[in-house]
Structures are given as C-alpha cells and as structure tokens.
C-alpha cells in the first residue's frame, strides 16, 4: 500500500515556473515507477513523466521534454516536478501516482495503482 500527496500547484503567469511535491509513505518504495499526469477539462488524463524510485531511469511525453524535469529525493520520499516555461496549454489538474514496477505500460494512467488527490495549475497568458 502507497499513500501519496501531491502538492505545490497555484495560478501563475507563462512563461513562469513553479515546483509540484508529491510525499510518498508506504513499504517498498523501490518497487515502484513514480508518475505526473495532468487532466485538463473534457479532456483524458495525460501522462507527464515518470521516474523509478530505486535507479532514477526517467522518461518525458514529448510535450513537456526540456521544460518540466522529474526527480526523487529518497532521504524525503518525495517526486518533485519542476515545470519550467510554463504555457497557458499546460492548465490542469496534476496528480502524482505510482505504479508497481513492472505490472504494465508505464505511459498509461490506468496501469497505475495509487494516486495523489491532485494539485490545481493555472497558467495565464
């Protein structure tokens, strides 16, 4: 069982930056592949980037490759996201989630097994 809580999100203006936290508890963190997707309205929930929790292996959706940055910090069991550049096209609702290594497609949100409550990002233009 993993319990996350992502955090950090909040109105800005493009071409800003702004840092996303997700704290994670639960035995065997190393097991698993930490994610960020986002969901805007009407729209399907979006994957971001994912990171695995014992190596560091990282892999970017093309949208956000060279703006957004995921890392870990293991001495705070925390997944950062580092959105640089922000874009009126990157508002959504982000939300941090983690996935048991192994168990299924890494791009996909359904394959996921635990998810943060979400943290709301506007960016104005």
């Known amino acids: 069982q993993v319990q996350l809580a992502d955090s950090g999100g909040g109105l800005v203006q493009a071409g800003d930056s702004l840092r996303l936290s997700c704290a994670a508890s639960g035995r065997a963190l190393s097991s698993y592949r930490m994610g960020w997707f986002r969901q805007a309205p009407g729209k399907e929930r979006e994957f971001i980037a994912t990171?695995?929790?014992?190596?560091?292996?990282?892999f970017y959706a093309d949208s956000v490759k060279g703006r957004f940055t995921i890392s870990r910090d293991k001495s705070k069991n925390t997944v950062y996201l580092q959105m640089n550049s922000l874009k009126p096209e990157d508002t959504a609702v982000y939300y941090c989630?983690?996935?048991?290594?192994?168990?299924?497609?890494?791009?996909?949100?359904?394959?996921?097994?635990?998810w943060g409550q979400g943290t709301q990002v506007t960016v104005s233009s």
């Open positions: 990171i695995t929790w014992d190596i560091g292996s990282t």
């Open positions: 989630a983690a996935q048991i290594l192994g168990s299924g497609n890494r791009y996909l949100a359904a394959k996921y097994d635990y």
